[in-house]
C-alpha cells in the first residue's frame, strides 16, 4: 500500500515538469504568453538598390547677352527674377546714328549705280575704257556690302531673348554708352529644367550600364516623386571629392513657376538587381548561423490569429553595406523582421500590430 502511494506521488510531480518542457514559462512559473513579432510581407518584387543624392536645380543654359555693335542704351525692360517669352524685346540702343548708317548706304549705292551706268555706256561708245567700267562695277557691289551691313547693324540694336529665359542679373544700368560685345543682362534658359547631382567615382565606375537605373526627385514643390531623366554627365571629376557631375532633366509639364536655378532637390537613384528573385530585407531579418544565413518564415495556423515560424536558408549578398539582398525566397511570404535570436524553431507566435492603451 506505501508502495502505491509513492509511485502516485512521484507522476503527479512528473506532470508540471512534463508541462515545464512543453510551455514557456515565466520566471514565477506562470504560462508566458504568446510572443508578438514583427512581420515583412515579401511582394515578389526584384531588390532594388538605392542611393541618395543631393540635387540642385539648374538652368540648362546661362548666358550673357550683349550687342553685335556699339551705341547709347535707350531701352532696358527686363527686371531680375523675371520670366520672359521667347522672342520678347529685352534692351535696344539710340536708333538714330543705325537710321543715318542705313540712309548713307543707300545713297551712296543709288550713286554707284549711276557710275556703272555712265561707265558702260562711255565703253559702249569707246569713249571709256573697259577697266573703268569694271572699277564702277566693283564700286557698286562694295556700295551693297555697305548697304546690307548698316541694315544688319540697325537691327542688332535691339536685343531679344532667344529661349524662354529668368532674368538673373541686370550688368549694364540703363541709357549708359556700351560697346559690342559688353554684357548687357544674365539670362537662364528655363526651357527645360535640370538638377545636377555629384555621383562618387566609385559608384559611378560601377555602374557600367546607366539604362538600368531609375532617377525620382523629391522636393516641398512638389507632390510627391517627380521621374528624372538622364541628360548628361561631365566626364571630369571635380577637383574635390573625386566626383562626377551627372544633369537630369525634369518633365516639362511638371515645372512649378516657382522652381530656379539653385534651388534645393533630393534624388533617389534606384538600380534594380540583375536578378530577378532577390529581395531587399532589413540586417535585422537575417541570422548567421554555423549552417550559413537564415531568416525565419512565418506560416498562419489555419482558423487562428497565430502562426508558427520557421528558419529557412537564404543566400545573402550586398551592394553597398547597408541593405542586405536575399535569394532563395518565394513571393508573398511572411518574414519575422526582428528578434529571431529570441524565438525558437516551431514557436507559435503572433503578429504585431501596435501598441495598444487599455
Known amino acids: 500500500m506505501k508502495l502505491t502511494i509513492v509511485i502516485a506521488a512521484i507522476l503527479a510531480m512528473a506532470i508540471p515538469l512534463h508541462a515545464q518542457n512543453t510551455e514557456v514559462l515565466t520566471p514565477s512559473g506562470d504560462v508566458a504568453p504568446i510572443r508578438a513579432v514583427k512581420l515583412i510581407r515579401l511582394e515578389g518584387e526584384a531588390a532594388q538598390l538605392e542611393r541618395v543624392f543631393f540635387g540642385q536645380v539648374a538652368a540648362r543654359e546661362t548666358l550673357d547677352l550683349s550687342f553685335e555693335v ?63 567700267a569694271e572699277n564702277a562695277e566693283t564700286a557698286r557691289d562694295l556700295a551693297a556690302v555697305s548697304l546690307r551691313e548698316a541694315t544688319d547693324a540697325l537691327a542688332d540694336a535691339a536685343l531679344h531673348a532667344p529661349f524662354r529665359a529668368l532674368v538673373a542679373s541686370r550688368l549694364t544700368p540703363n541709357f549708359a554708352n556700351v560697346s559690342p560685345g559688353q554684357p548687357i543682362v544674365r539670362l537662364h534658359d528655363m526651357s527645360e529644367v535640370r538638377v545636377e547631382i555629384d555621383v562618387p567615382e566609385r559608384l559611378f565606375q560601377s555602374l ?55 534651388a534645393s532637390m533630393t534624388v533617389t537613384a534606384r538600380l534594380r538587381s540583375s536578378n530577378a528573385t532577390a529581395i531587399t530585407l532589413p540586417p535585422s531579418a537575417v541570422t548567421m548561423t554555423s549552417d550559413g544565413a537564415q531568416v525565419m518564415v512565418y506560416t498562419p495556423n489555419a482558423g487562428d490569429e497565430n502562426g508558427t515560424v520557421g528558419l529557412v536558408p537564404v543566400s ?36 504585431f500590430t501596435g501598441m495598444s492603451v487599455e
Open 316 to 351: 545573402v549578398a550586398s551592394a553597398n553595406g547597408t541593405q542586405i539582398t536575399v535569394t532563395g525566397l518565394g513571393p508573398n511570404q511572411w518574414i519575422v523582421g526582428a528578434g529571431i535570436q529570441m524565438l525558437q524553431e516551431g514557436e507559435t507566435v503572433r503578429p
Open 208 to 262: 557600367s550600364d546607366v539604362t538600368g537605373i531609375s532617377f525620382v526627385g523629391t522636393s516641398p514643390l512638389f507632390d510627391g516623386e517627380v521621374p528624372l531623366t538622364l541628360r548628361e554627365f561631365n566626364a571630369e571629376t571635380q577637383s574635390i571629392g573625386q566626383s562626377y557631375r551627372v544633369t537630369l532633366a525634369l518633365p516639362s509639364t511638371q515645372v512649378p513657376t516657382a522652381i530656379i536655378p539653385g
Open 70 to 132: 556699339g551705341g547709347r542704351l535707350v531701352m532696358f525692360d527686363a527686371q531680375e527674377g523675371q520670366f520672359l517669352d521667347e522672342g520678347i524685346q529685352i534692351a535696344a540702343l539710340d536708333l538714330a546714328p543705325f537710321e543715318r548708317a542705313v540712309e548713307r548706304a543707300t545713297l551712296q549705292l543709288a550713286q554707284a549705280n549711276r557710275d556703272l551706268t555712265r561707265a558702260q555706256t562711255l565703253v559702249q561708245s569707246n569713249a571709256a575704257s573697259a577697266t573703268q
